[in-house]
């Protein structure tokens, strides 16, 4: 962090603390330095940030907050859930955040502070880690739960051996297509030409339709072997069933022909030892040895959605199919490798964890904001316009140069890791267009580590003036994008929000395309288990660059007065495809609204 910076947030921090009173209004939660956000853009004003549990109209003047205190805004926010349960049941609160999905993750802001005692929310004598010990005592399960996370012991990473994670050249076939436009029935023609077998790594799989093609296209003597995560289940339309039960009606229709085994990641309670310290957060389906389909979505509702009976949310994903024995089997070497790690660890008896984390969870929904209201469509039209979004693409027989990537995989002779290497100097060499497209960017330290050292890649690619465009979700950037401002690079000038991305993909110079399953962040890049491919070839890039132009037409700039064409981020370190791109009720440009006191 620089200097100019630090100081600015310490002197905010100095008003809020002569002015507590006038800050401890009913309702208020918690009070830190930051900066005002006005309709969900950034004004670039540094702001007091105050959190309050409900906004209400028609307050009377003694409950009502100042609009600034001197020159400083005071930008009043509704609180999360999490920001709710916390100021009631902290332990409960704690639960969600350990084992709860990456991008429901909090930021931690060193200032922020109670209300209405006004110490530092972390300070061991506030009252929320005063209360925290006590609902520990009280919560023996959520205690227990929290116990076994931190005691869970690490055991080393075994890659496959004898397997090279180097380009390849090839003449393959490729299925390009995307989420919500193509995505299912793209996947269950893939799933319908298994002849043998499925071979995969998935993060989350809960959808009922999907379930169900499993089931259908595994007939006969066809097997199965996953490696499944367990991240928490939403009470949301994303979900039919949780993790669990499809694994229960897999093992129930298959029986011996499905080997499932649960991911050896620390927060998963049937994992008995962790081998990934957050997420196995991979999409990756190996059919038959030959055919590989890679995503940056999950099998779930929003990630791959039925179009004859939309979900209430559906996201933009990418995703690609090849037709390549050798690379099938780069990734069948992993994933076997990963099943066979997993299947010596799994828990025992993980019962009592799992239901304190389903009850932490069910608190969490109580405390929800209502869903919002539908937004208005907003489409923009690329050339041959088509009512049915944008269709899959097959590019047959194409000479193309591959390279899969892999976390937390080392090159080879090396202690450097295999994607940050391979990234960086992808973004490095770009010398026209770096387009981005990210559920969330976390932002970085401040402190020029390895994550750091990927957000000042981009940075300097703007500086070069190479056209620089980045896309995150309207749901989880946001907050990213204002700490991002506060401390490390910063990159916001060139951040647009979109709502209901999950994508992890980029397009380089119109020639290169990353399609992955690997977030911005330093366990996304570093050490969980994700995959991707890099794809050199022009008319893939072109398919994925003019979805990415219909989306990015569609965002809204996070910096306020930001044009469509960004220049110039700063560190405050020192150092075409045819047709519509299906917004659905995704890419849809969020409405300004007024930052209303309370």
Do not use: C
Not at 14 to 24: A, D, E, F, S, T
Not at 130 to 136: D, F, N
Request: proline letters at 7%; glycine letters at 6%.
């Amino acid at each position: 962090m620089s200097v100019k910076k630090a100081a600015s947030t310490q002197a905010i921090d100095g008003v809020i603390r002569k002015n507590l009173p006038r800050l401890r209004k009913p309702g208020v939660l918690t009070v830190r330095p930051g900066f005002e956000i006005a309709g969900h853009q950034l004004t670039g004003k540094p702001a007091v940030v105050v959190t309050v549990h409900t906004k209400r109209k028609n307050l009377p003047k003694s409950e009502m907050l100042p609009d600034r205190i001197g020159t400083i805004p005071v930008d009043v926010r509704e609180a999360t859930a999490h920001q709710r349960l916390r100021a009631h049941d902290p332990a409960a609160a704690a639960l969600t955040q350990t084992f709860g999905r990456p991008e429901d993750k909090e930021p931690i802001w060193p200032f922020e502070r109670e209300m209405p005692s006004g110490k530092l929310l972390t300070a061991p004598q506030s009252d929320t880690q005063r209360a925290l010990a006590g609902r520990l005592a009280r919560q023996p399960a959520t205690d227990h739960a929290l116990s076994a996370h931190a005691a869970k012991t690490q055991i080393p990473y075994v890659p496959a051996a004898g397997v090279s994670l180097d380009p390849v050249t090839t003449k393959t076939t490729i299925i390009a297509h995307v989420s919500p436009d193509a995505a299912l029935v793209t996947l269950q023609d893939f799933l319908g030409g298994t002849q043998q077998s499925l071979i995969m790594g998935m993060y989350d799989f809960t959808s009922g339709t999907i379930l169900r093609d499993f089931e259908n296209d595994l007939a006969g003597t066809k097997t199965l072997q996953m490696v499944l995560d367990n991240p928490t289940t939403k009470t949301d339309a994303d979900h039919d069933q949780t993790d669990t039960q499809t694994v229960d009606e897999l093992d129930h229709y298959l029986g011996n022909r499905a080997k499932v085994v649960r991911a050896l990641s620390r927060r998963d309670p049937y994992a008995a030892e962790w081998m990934f310290p957050y997420d196995y957060h991979i999409k990756v389906i190996v059919r038959d040895d030959s055919t590989l389909w890679l995503s940056s979505g999950n099998l779930n509702n929003s990630n791959q959605p039925d179009l004859a009976s939309p979900p209430s949310k559906e996201d933009r994903d990418w995703h690609v199919i090849i037709e390549d024995s050798g690379l099938a089997k780069t990734f069948a070497a992993y994933l076997n490798q990963d099943f066979a790690s997993a299947s010596n660890h799994q828990a025992s008896n993980p019962i009592g964890v799992a239901a304190a984390i389903s009850d932490a969870n069910t608190k969490l929904a109580a405390e929800a904001n209502p869903p919002p209201p539908p937004f208005k469509q907003a489409t923009q039209t690329l050339k041959a316009p088509s009512t049915s979004g944008v269709p899959a693409k097959v590019f047959k027989d194409v000479d193309v140069k591959i390279t899969p990537l892999l976390t937390p995989d080392k090159l080879q002779g090396t202690p450097n890791g295999q994607y940050l290497s391979t990234v960086i100097n992808l973004i490095s060499n770009a010398q026209h267009k770096l387009y981005i497209q990210m559920q969330y960017i976390e932002s970085s330290s401040g402190k020029g580590d390895n994550y750091e050292t990927l957000l000042q890649a981009i940075a300097a690619r703007v500086a070069s003036g190479v056209d620089v465009r980045l896309i995150e979700s309207a749901q989880y950037g946001e907050k990213w994008a204002e700490k991002m401002k506060q401390i490390g690079v910063d990159l916001t000038a060139n951040i647009s929000m979109q709502q209901n991305v999950h994508n992890k993909g980029f397009v380089v110079d119109s020639n290169i395309t990353v399609v992955s399953s690997q977030n911005f962040s330093p366990v996304g890049v570093e050490t969980n288990r994700d995959a991707g491919v890099i794809i050199e070839h022009a008319g893939i890039a072109q398919y994925f660059e003019g979805i990415f132009i219909s989306d990015w037409n569609n965002a809204t700039p996070f910096v306020v007065g930001a044009s469509k064409q960004r220049k110039g981020p700063s560190s405050t370190t020192k150092k075409a495809s045819s047709g519509k791109a299906r917004s659905g009720k995704s890419g849809v440009k969020r409405p300004a609204q007024a930052g209303a006191k309370r």
